[in-house]
């Protein structure tokens, strides 16, 4: 389905929402409407009414729908359980929503890509222009879920909520976190005040925003953080909360390809003792931008900035952003910015600021003042 390129109002005012769901160790935009803006702090937590919510469940593999393997006391294979299966082991969740299920892949996370990227935003996209459901919920492995979060909240342009979750452990595991996960992300793609929020990621009872939500563990199922942020919202058995009201500032969505490859970007890791061969090979296999997943304040090796910078005057996108696990990269502090040529991912992480530059680049926005407002924007 081709997208037009639009802006997102933070505030979604159609009560839709789409669930992603995932795992870890992985394994036509809507119309949009003028709702008026929710209230902060708001609980949903009111009996659900006899006309259920519209839930429509994606599911992508991880580990989430992993089960054991009997050779390991740790190993399993992801993507071995149907969304039908996930959604039978959780009793009850049939009297929070109605729901529909759809397969769209069964892979691990880390095999996550960009045609089943474009896959699920147009399923949503149809779903919702459809009026299918009243929100969407993508179960997902873990490894990459804010990678894919971060995408649909940046192309999915209507106001329902779409909702991402995963799980640490597989589906047969002795304390399996999935079932537990599930019902929750089904809950808040379910409440009314989860509409106008954009893209989510729920686990472990807790709701995070895509721009920040990172993993930081690797087998710990209090996995999931928003370093610069904290979440935006709590779910147990009773309620949906939310710690404060949509943002009403408008946010731009962006127009995709039909078909994958995206344009190649590139994530150059900075170290000590590091010269400039990444970046001459990135180039050398047709990179259009590179990531500076840089030291400290976005920072790097001598003959690394002048290749980076080289490599920005002959048009190619250079984004500096950090190894760091939380802050902000700050724009012509450590490095100079205006003369290098390069552009400040300021808060967002390596990985999302690959994304964002493909899109841009999708985008024919090319200008490093204008993706610089694009990466303040994001």
């Known amino acids: 389905m081709a997208r037009k390129t639009m802006l997102r109002i933070a505030g979604l005012a159609v009560c839709s929402a789409i669930l992603v769901a995932g ?49 390991s006391a740790v190993g399993y294979t992801a993507g071995e359980a149907s969304a039908q299966d996930l959604i039978d082991a959780v009793p009850g969740l049939d009297k929070i929503a109605q729901l529909t299920t759809e397969q769209i892949s069964n892979i691990g996370s880390q095999d996550m890509n960009e045609q089943v990227w474009l896959q699920l935003a147009d399923r949503i996209e149809q779903i919702f222009a459809d009026d299918r459901a009243d929100g969407v919920v993508v179960t997902h492995g873990t490894d990459t879920i804010e990678e894919t979060a971060f995408f649909l909240d940046h192309v999915v342009a209507a106001d329902k909520p779409v909702v991402l979750v995963g799980s640490m452990r597989p589906s047969t595991a002795l304390s399996a976190d999935g079932p537990a996960n599930l019902r929750s992300a089904v809950q808040v ?20 925003a895509a721009g920040d939500v990172t993993k930081t563990n690797t087998t710990s199922v209090q996995t999931f953080a928003s ?44 170290h000590a003792g590091m010269d400039a061969t990444q970046v ?18 976005g920072n790097t090796a001598k003959p690394v900035v002048a ?3 080289a490599a920005a005057g002959k048009g190619v996108l250079v984004v500096r952003s950090s190894r760091v696990s939380s802050g902000s990269v700050v724009r012509n502090a450590e490095l100079d910015d205006d003369e290098l040529g390069t552009v400040s991912a300021l808060a967002l992480n390596p990985a999302k600021s690959r994304i964002l530059l493909q899109l841009l680049l999708i985008n024919g926005i090319t200008e490093p003042a204008e993706v610089q407002r694009s990466f303040a924007d994001a």
């Open 280 to 297: 001459n090979d990135s180039l050398g296999h047709g990179a259009k931008g590179i990531v500076l997943a840089g030291v400290g304040d």
């Open 227 to 270: 370093p610069n942020t904290g979440p935006i919202g709590h779910v147990d058995a009773a309620a949906v909360r939310f710690t404060e009201p949509p943002s009403t500032r408008r946010r731009s969505t962006f127009r995709v390809p039909d078909k994958a490859p995206f344009p190649r970007v590139d994530i150059v890791y900075s």
């Open 23 to 71: 795992c870890g160790g992985e394994p036509a935009p809507a119309a949009q409407s003028s709702a008026p803006p929710a209230t902060g702090g708001k609980t949903s937590d009111a009996p659900v009414p006899a006309g259920l919510p519209r839930i429509s469940i994606l599911a992508t593999g991880g580990t989430i729908a992993g089960k054991a393997n009997a050779n």
């Open 307 to 309: 290749a980076l910078s």
């Open 189 to 208: 793609a379910a409440a009314p005040d989860a509409r106008r929020r954009g893209t989510m990621v729920v686990l472990n009872d807790t709701i995070h």
